[in-house]
């Protein structure tokens, strides 16, 4: 099962990583890993990341959902159904579209030259 995650806070969930990996009986123990001198959250499955200041988004593969209850640090939005993104609810939903941000990207090419980009509506779709 595919999960949209979300964290509120980068800070604090990285400062969290070190006692997840120390804590055995942590929920997310298993999947968080070190990778000295840094820590890796979901042992290394490429799952697609967007960064929005101190808040993220990403894709988790593999981990059971129940790992995340309880979890402030970090929180599960929805889920990837048949390559549909299913929120949990509108709340979610929104959460989601503020972090993720505007779909269209207006910027300044090299040559001077005002440019739009829409982005897709998903992490990890390229075209």
Not at 51 to 57: A, D, K, V
Not at 60 to 78: E, H, K, M, S, W
Request: proline share 7%.
């Amino acid at each position: 099962m595919d999960l949209i995650t979300y964290v509120p806070n980068l800070q604090a969930f990285r400062t969290a990583l070190p006692d997840i990996v120390a804590d055995e009986s942590h929920p997310l123990h298993n999947y968080v890993q070190r990778i000295d001198p840094e820590y890796q959250f979901n042992k290394g499955t490429h799952t697609p990341v967007h960064y929005n200041g101190n808040e993220s988004l990403s894709v988790c593969r593999n981990v059971p959902r129940d790992a995340f209850d309880g979890q402030t640090i970090i929180q599960v939005l929805g889920e990837v159904v048949n390559k549909e993104y299913v929120f949990d609810s509108e709340q979610t939903e929104s959460t989601y579209d503020r972090v993720w941000g505007p779909l269209e990207v207006t910027y300044i090419d090299d040559n001077g030259d005002q440019q739009t980009h829409t982005r897709p509506p998903k992490m990890g779709v390229f075209a």
